[in-house]
């Protein structure tokens, strides 16, 4: 952990604040502060050997004009929350909006603990599109640009560095976006609906949505989205069927076990991606001067559950197209959101980033396709089912204390998982062209540093989950780049 020693502006210049969003590549758009002119932290050196994350932040909101209004707060503001929540003055309201705070604050200190290089943020919404960076640009200025705290609520623990991402994306979205063929695509009767009616669940345009942070510039010009990519045009895919029958109420009015759960033409439109499939190269500097780029595969799949057996179906399809893509022997033609088609070269160097909504051993989804990405013959297994498999010593007290789901108290490998669930969802699989030197999972045990950042029975109703910062872990490795 790198404490903070010294006094900090708050405040990060546009130049440190530069980035990108996907949908306008090459344009770079200059972050504008919300407070006033400061001076300017020296950043701190990108390592050769730099971490790569996913962490699902858990920034879910009721709109994302919502998650924009909590990212301009001011630290000024913020703790004007923070102290009218403790003393119990604030409104209905602003209490709310402190909590949200809280949780904002504890999600930053544990980027600035861990102080990953490059990492995918999921559940980050957006505007739908990708191209509304205000959310974004927010967080850097005024939470990972602000030195945090390991109690953020009394302000006593560890004062942590502030960290700045140079480069950013965001990336449109299928969460909350309509069909365009008014499909009644959940098969309630009412067709055009959200969420169900949306090509990936969402009660808004850009709910659920990632972006990435990178301190390494990220290769805009050859970054490759995959939002729009037809299911049915996935080598091996077929027609979901109704196969979750133990409970006949779940089951749609007109529609019996076994039936298709799309009519033919819906099948013929429908997209894999709940939300994108994302190819992202960075460009890494290496000792010699020269440079080295990884692909930064990215994806959230639905999860396997809440319903009859699509979401079960395609939870692994959308696994899947990372193992054909990767492989690039399949009949699949990948062909991108601008038209480009092809797979990953076979020289590629990558790291497969997402909260996958699957883990290898247990859970209620197909098994079969997280074992074949994380099995595969051009992934590092070592960092996958080996001895550098990402591990903490929070997840076996999480089981053991009961504070993750009872019913995967009996995973055998309790140090793997990666949420509350008890479940191992969040991967980050690199390829085996790259030499992996240490990983981990940010979940502090009671006897380890930053125990509050992730359980703190003062917040919420729970003190842990979403409540203080997220229901999944900051999962990292770390690359050796030659």
Known sequence: MKIFKTSLALAVSATLLMGCNEETVNNYLPAEPTNPPAPVPTPTPVDREGRIAVF????????????????????????????????????????????????????????????PAALMMAEFNNDGTGTNNDALIGFRLNYLAVPQNSNSIDNDGAKLEPIAF???????????????????????????????????????????????????????????????????????????????????????????????????????????????????PIIVPKADGTTETIHL?????????????????????????????ITGTFSTVFTDDSGNTGSLAADAKFVVLGDLNADPVKGDGDLSAINALMDHDDVNRLATFGPLAPASNGGPECLALGE???SNWDTPYPNLVTSTSGLRLDHVIPSAKLTISETGVFWPATFENGRLLVNDERVGNYGNGKDISSDHRLVWIKAEIN
């Not at 299928?174 to 365009?180: I, K, P, Q, V």
């Not at 994806?299 to 054909?324: C, L, M, Y």
């Open 56 to 115: 699902n932040l858990s920034f879910d909101r009721y709109t994302y004009e919502d998650l924009v209004a909590e990212m301009k707060l001011t630290k000024i503001q913020q703790d004007e929350l923070i102290a009218g929540w403790k003393n119990g003055s604030l409104s209905e309201e602003d209490n709310a909006t402190a909590l949200k705070v809280i949780q904002i604050r504890n999600v930053a200190a544990i980027i600035q603990t861990e102080r």
């Open 166 to 280: 140079n480069y950013f994306a965001n990336y449109g979205t299928n969460t909350g976006l309509l069909n365009e063929f008014n499909f009644d695509l959940d098969n309630n009767g009412i067709p055009g609906q959200l969420p169900g009616d949306a090509w990936g669940f969402g009660n808004y345009h850009g709910q659920y949505a990632f972006a990435l942070m990178s301190q390494y510039e990220i290769d805009h010009a050859n970054t490759r989205t995959f939002q729009k990519f037809k299911w049915k045009d996935l080598d091996g895919s077929e027609m979901p069927t109704i196969t979750i029958c133990d409970d006949p109420s779940k089951i749609p009015d007109g529609m019996n076990c076994g039936d298709d759960w799309y009519t033919a033409a819906e099948w013929n439109e429908v997209r894999l991606s709940s939300k994108n499939h994302v190819d992202a």
């Open 297 to 325: 595969l990215m994806s959230h799949p639905t999860p396997p559950i809440f319903d009859t057996g699509k979401n079960r179906v395609q939870n692994a399809d959308e696994i899947n197209f990372w193992v054909q893509y």
């Open 404 to 406: 993750c789901r009872a």
